[in-house]
């Protein structure tokens, strides 16, 4: 089966630019999380989505920070404007919902690299 | 905040050593999952082990739990360069639905040739 796909790969802005992710889960896949992930430490999450509804959005910085799931398939994060401590690699995942461990395991992209200047 | 901290930082062994890594946490678990992430890419799933299960084997891999002392260790043996990575370990913290992870600060490990 196909794995998560993220885009862009890299990215390079500056101060006060705004900047868009885009995620496509794994198909079948109602679940769908978006991590923050700082050089040298581990993803902390910023929002998760259960189909299009925000389950936990607790961490996410929502003054420039916003993401949406139309149709509960693909997702977009976008930041705007960015922040010299936005640098870091945003990592989306997906896992299956319903009963049973299956649900627990995530599956990753292989993340957007942002860089902010 | 992160859940997890993670032991040794940075482990640095030869081809053929075992590998131990710590992981401890603060709050009751559901289970406990461990990740690896080779540079410049996404997080792989390795093991899950659950609250109430004390240790899980796959293949090289060997994972124990201790839920008295609230931490975890992963044993990779016979390692081999392809397993130089970032290991993390990841708490689901359980509460129905939601199956939110919250991971630790990872270890580097690096098997030389």
């Known amino acids: 089966e196909a794995g998560v796909a993220q885009s862009p790969r890299y990215k390079i802005i500056e101060k006060r630019q705004s900047v868009a992710f885009w995620c496509n889960p794994i198909s079948g896949h109602a679940t769908l999380y978006w991590y923050q992930q700082i050089l040298g430490q581990g993803p902390k999450l910023l929002i998760q989505?259960?189909?299009?509804?925000?389950?936990?959005d607790s961490q996410l910085p929502k003054d420039r920070f916003s993401a949406e799931r139309l149709k509960g398939v693909d997702s977009t994060l976008k930041i705007q404007p960015a922040k010299l401590e936005d640098s870091a690699v945003y990592l989306c995942?997906?896992?299956?919902?319903?009963?049973?461990?299956?649900?627990?395991?995530?599956?990753f992209g292989a993340g957007t690299r942002l860089s902010v200047l | 905040s992160q859940q997890g901290e993670e032991d040794p930082q940075a482990l640095s062994i030869q081809e053929g050593e075992n590998a131990t890594m710590n992981c401890s946490y603060k709050t009751s678990i559901n289970n406990l999952q461990w990740y690896r992430q080779n540079s410049g890419r996404g997080l792989v799933h390795l093991i899950l082990i659950r609250s109430n299960e004390r240790e899980k084997h796959s293949g090289r891999l060997r994972v124990t739990l201790d839920t008295s002392k609230k931490s975890s260790s992963l044993l990779i043996t016979a390692s081999r360069a392809a397993d130089t990575a970032s290991y993390f370990c990841?708490?689901?913290?359980?509460?129905?639905?939601?199956?939110?992870?919250?991971f630790g600060t990872g270890t580097l490990l690096a098997v030389q040739p």
């Open positions: 989505f259960q189909n299009n509804g925000v389950v936990d």
């Open positions: 990841a708490t689901d913290l359980g509460g129905g639905a939601t199956n939110k992870l919250i």
């Open positions: 995942a997906s896992s299956l919902h319903g009963g049973g461990l299956a649900k627990n395991i995530q599956y």
